[in-house]
């Protein structure tokens, strides 16, 4: 990112880099940074908070006005509205999976039966933002959690797609997973953190516990593609990846 | 949370240890306030949109066109790494690509305008990889009459 910043400049246009790792805007002295002490993956700070976001835009133009240049690195002074990530809040999924009632039946059946339930909520979710994150992976979702689970009974021969290797037709597969699983699980409105959504998605679905092992399967896999996606793609290092 | 000493140990250590370019000197481009910029939002988290060719690690480091009239059902993150927050992203796309804010501001006089483009590149991408694609960019910066980047990253 602070790269671009140098290129830019360099050819002549002004820039303004909203910086979140405080250590590599001073490594790499991108020529006017502000930092933000915020969650990686908000560099605004908080979803749907028009005047705070506004707060943080406007001290980042700011810094276009200043003649401390070249390297103006200025720090955001206040956090983020709403709970920090790492806190734990009183969300709860309002999908409760139960426990199955056949004690023979495979977890890709488990993780479709968690599909079926989540998918009124994931509809909840749609209308009420208007968008969805899914749609990474041309499977439809079904397609996408079954193609995952598939790896549990050994890896696929091909991919499910024409022209995409492996690896990343699960890579993306497992993102569309997540992200159907997140938005359906978050649709009602109110305070949530991101490490909420993380716990529940890693520990308490089948679904988490698909991809975890799925995970574990790849390591081991003959395929470049899906070894790399395994060891570096799909778990994040809060969950141990 | 992106205080370092925030973040869980292993992500602390990568981040520590990614590996940094080097510029011997930082170059500075004076110009207007803000009142007179017209500005452009670059990103690096990865967006693209619906129907377009997903970013690929090692894949090259191009970049996505985001018209600032897309509908932003439209707009996808396909950033490979899984170590930051989505549901910010997830309920509102200006997390990470203000455009409505930016109108607000071009709507109240604090910029001059909002650029009719804006751009993605995918940030799991080595800085030297993305210089030609960022030089070319420029150029349509440039055409477009912008004089100011906000750069975001995730």
Redesign the interface.
Same mark, same amino acid.
Request: with cysteine; hydrophobic share 40%; glycine share 8%.
């Given at each position: 990112?602070?790269? =671009? +910043?140098?290129?830019?400049?360099? *050819?002549?246009? @002004?820039? #303004?880099?909203?910086?979140?790792?405080? *250590?590599?805007a001073e @490594?790499?002295?991108?020529?006017r940074a502000l930092w #933000?002490?915020?969650? =990686?993956?908000?560099? =605004? %700070?908080?979803?749907?908070e028009?005047a705070f976001?506004?707060q943080v835009? %406007?001290a980042?133009?700011?810094l276009?006005?200043s &003649?401390a240049?070249? #390297?103006v690195l200025e720090d955001f002074p206040d956090d983020a509205p709403g709970p /920090? +990530? *790492?806190e734990t809040t009183s969300w709860v999924c309002p999908v409760s999976f139960g426990a199955p009632d056949d004690e023979d039946v495979s977890r890709a059946v488990l993780m479709s039966r968690e599909l079926e339930t989540l998918a009124p909520w994931y509809q909840v979710s749609l209308d009420e933002? %208007?968008?969805?994150?899914v749609?990474?992976s041309p499977l439809n979702i079904g397609d996408a959690a079954q193609f995952v689970a598939s790896f549990l009974d050994g890896e696929p021969s091909e991919s499910p797609v024409e022209g995409q290797k492996l690896g990343?037709a699960l &890579?993306?597969a497992c @993102?569309d997973v997540l +992200?159907y699983y997140?938005?359906a699980a978050?649709a009602q409105p109110g305070q &949530?953190s991101?490490s909420d #959504?993380d716990r529940w998605f890693w520990s308490d679905t089948v679904a988490g516990q698909v991809l975890r092992d799925v995970r574990l399967l790849g390591l081991d896999s003959a395929d470049d593609t899906v070894k790399f996606v395994a060891a570096?793609?799909?778990?994040? /290092?809060?969950q141990g990846? | 949370m992106a205080r370092m000493e925030e973040l869980v140990e292993s992500e602390q250590a990568h981040l520590r240890n990614l590996p940094l370019p080097t510029y011997e000197k930082t170059p500075w481009v004076q110009g207007p306030p803000a009142s007179q910029r017209r500005v452009a939002i670059v990103t690096t988290a990865g967006l693209n949109l619906r129907g377009e060719q997903p970013f690929r690690m090692g894949a090259g480091a191009d970049y996505r066109v985001i018209p600032v009239s897309s509908d932003t059902a439209d707009i996808l993150m396909n950033h490979v790494s899984v170590n930051f927050d989505r549901t910010g992203f997830q309920d509102d796309v200006n997390i990470v690509l203000p455009l409505d804010r930016l109108r607000e501001m071009a709507d109240d006089g604090d910029i001059e305008s909002v650029a009719a483009f804006h751009y993605s590149f995918m940030g799991a991408t080595d800085p030297a990889m993305l210089e030609p694609k960022a030089r070319e960019l420029a150029g349509m910066l440039k055409e477009d009459n912008v004089n100011a980047v906000i750069l975001t990253p995730v």
């Amino acid at each position: 990112m602070c790269g =671009l +910043a140098h290129f830019f400049e360099d *050819e002549g246009i @002004a820039t #303004v880099l909203i910086a979140l790792v405080r *250590e590599h805007a001073e @490594a790499i002295r991108s020529p006017r940074a502000l930092w #933000v002490p915020f969650e =990686l993956g908000r560099p =605004l %700070g908080a979803p749907n908070e028009p005047a705070f976001q506004r707060q943080v835009l %406007g001290a980042a133009l700011d810094l276009l006005d200043s &003649k401390a240049g070249p #390297v103006v690195l200025e720090d955001f002074p206040d956090d983020a509205p709403g709970p /920090k +990530a *790492e806190e734990t809040t009183s969300w709860v999924c309002p999908v409760s999976f139960g426990a199955p009632d056949d004690e023979d039946v495979s977890r890709a059946v488990l993780m479709s039966r968690e599909l079926e339930t989540l998918a009124p909520w994931y509809q909840v979710s749609l209308d009420e933002r %208007g968008r969805t994150r899914v749609g990474v992976s041309p499977l439809n979702i079904g397609d996408a959690a079954q193609f995952v689970a598939s790896f549990l009974d050994g890896e696929p021969s091909e991919s499910p797609v024409e022209g995409q290797k492996l690896g990343l037709a699960l &890579k993306d597969a497992c @993102a569309d997973v997540l +992200a159907y699983y997140a938005e359906a699980a978050t649709a009602q409105p109110g305070q &949530k953190s991101g490490s909420d #959504v993380d716990r529940w998605f890693w520990s308490d679905t089948v679904a988490g516990q698909v991809l975890r092992d799925v995970r574990l399967l790849g390591l081991d896999s003959a395929d470049d593609t899906v070894k790399f996606v395994a060891a570096k793609l799909i778990l994040p /290092k809060t969950q141990g990846g | 949370m992106a205080r370092m000493e925030e973040l869980v140990e292993s992500e602390q250590a990568h981040l520590r240890n990614l590996p940094l370019p080097t510029y011997e000197k930082t170059p500075w481009v004076q110009g207007p306030p803000a009142s007179q910029r017209r500005v452009a939002i670059v990103t690096t988290a990865g967006l693209n949109l619906r129907g377009e060719q997903p970013f690929r690690m090692g894949a090259g480091a191009d970049y996505r066109v985001i018209p600032v009239s897309s509908d932003t059902a439209d707009i996808l993150m396909n950033h490979v790494s899984v170590n930051f927050d989505r549901t910010g992203f997830q309920d509102d796309v200006n997390i990470v690509l203000p455009l409505d804010r930016l109108r607000e501001m071009a709507d109240d006089g604090d910029i001059e305008s909002v650029a009719a483009f804006h751009y993605s590149f995918m940030g799991a991408t080595d800085p030297a990889m993305l210089e030609p694609k960022a030089r070319e960019l420029a150029g349509m910066l440039k055409e477009d009459n912008v004089n100011a980047v906000i750069l975001t990253p995730v």
